[in-house]
Structure formats: structure tokens, C-alpha cells
């Protein structure tokens, strides 16, 4: 039996948790404006830009990640575009992501006082400019907390990219498991590295659900 010790083995593990966090980077780049651009398609009264907003919302809630990170790994090459096994992941954990994001980001933005935009009209400013630089930072401070969390759930659901040889985090201890047949503890030190960078970010996004309701009532 391998004597490898749980440094050693940790060691190991250290290039896929490295991986991982790429991988969450990545996911989180294309998701977040994705998200606010599908909110912002939301909250149109014209409903021929609302109606397919909500359509490419629902599909994305609907499909399982894990099917869609198949269906473009898999699928794509089939309409004549490749994309590799980092990038597939990427790009499906975004779009799953951005369509759940999407109801925080609009429920932020509703939450920005009306008068807000109005007192932006009344000045002259365009929409673009009361939008980024009057309503989204007024929003973040509602949002930022959800979005965190969500962020933790998706950096757990990076270990989906297994299903396609990406070696994060869950495929390099299971392939070094393969190798030393130490299932139970590279699989424990893999949960252990993923709960050290989960627990530390939850129990701040707590803290700032809790300050935010501070702020709000006083």
C-alpha cells in the first residue's frame, strides 16, 4: 500500500485546486455581465426584447449544467465551432451562472429608489450614464452578497468539468487515486481544499447580508 503523506498527497492536489479557481475566474467573467445583460433584457416593457430574455433565462435554469457543458463540448463541433475542454466548461458554467444571476441583479436594480433615475433625466444625463454610473453602484451594494454565494456554489460546481478530462480540482484526485488507490483520502483532502475556500467566503457573505440589513434599518 502507498505510504504517501497527507502533505505529499495535499502537494498533489494543489495543481487541480489552481485549475479550479482558473476555471471559477473564467466562468465568473463571462457570467457576471451576461447576468446583468440578461436583467437589464428583463426589465424591458418592450416585450419583443423581455419575451426572449426570459425564454434564454428559463432554458438556461432548465437545462443541468452537466448537460450543457456536454452539449457544447460535444455538441458545437457538430455546427462546425470547437471550443477545448477549459473553455466548454467555462462557457456552460456561465451561461447556468448568468441565467440564475439574472433574477438578483434585476431585483437589485428594481430595488434602487425610482427617483434616482429621475433625478438622472432631470440633469440631462444619458441612460447609459445614469445606468452605470447612478443605478448599478447604488445596486451592487444589494447585490454583491447574493452574487457571492453564488460564486461559491458554481466554484463547487466547477468539479462538473471531471465529465470532460478538465484536471481540476475532483478529476486530479480521483486520477491520482487511480494511481496510489488511496480513494478516501485524496477524495477527503479534495472535499477539505474545497470547504477552505467555501466556508471562509460564505461566512462573509453572511457578514454582509448582515450589514447590509444594519444599514438598511438604520
Request: no cysteine; glycine share 8%.
Amino acid at each position: 500500500m502507498n505510504t504517501d503523506s497527507w502533505s505529499d498527497l495535499l502537494a498533489d492536489l494543489l495543481p487541480g485546486l489552481a485549475l479550479s479557481l482558473q476555471l471559477t475566474a473564467a466562468m465568473l467573467a463571462m457570467g457576471l455581465p451576461l447576468g446583468l445583460l440578461m436583467a437589464v433584457g428583463l426589465s424591458q416593457k418592450r416585450k419583443y426584447v423581455s419575451v426572449p430574455t426570459l425564454a434564454l433565462v428559463e432554458i438556461g435554469r432548465g437545462i443541468p449544467a452537466l448537460v450543457l457543458l456536454y452539449m457544447i463540448y460535444f455538441g458545437l463541433p457538430q455546427a462546425g465551432m470547437s471550443l477545448d475542454a477549459f473553455l466548454s466548461a467555462a462557457v456552460g458554467l456561465a451561461i447556468s451562472f448568468a441565467s440564475y444571476t439574472s433574477e438578483v441583479f434585476r431585483a437589485g436594480l428594481a430595488a434602487v429608489p425610482h427617483g434616482q433615475r429621475e433625478a438622472g433625466h432631470a440633469l440631462g444625463l444619458p441612460r447609459t450614464v445614469i445606468f452605470l454610473r447612478v443605478l448599478l453602484p447604488q445596486a451592487l451594494k444589494i447585490i454583491v452578497p447574493p452574487l457571492l454565494g453564488w460564486a461559491i456554489i458554481y466554484f463547487q460546481a466547477t468539479s462538473l468539468a471531471f465529465a470532460l478530462a478538465v484536471p481540476e480540482l475532483m478529476s486530479r484526485a480521483y486520477v491520482l487515486a487511480t494511481t496510489n488507490f488511496q480513494y478516501l483520502n485524496m477524495l477527503a483532502l479534495a472535499a477539505g481544499l474545497y470547504a477552505a475556500i467555501s466556508i471562509p467566503l460564505s461566512l462573509l457573505s453572511e457578514h454582509m447580508n448582515r450589514r447590509g440589513s444594519r444599514t438598511a434599518t438604520s
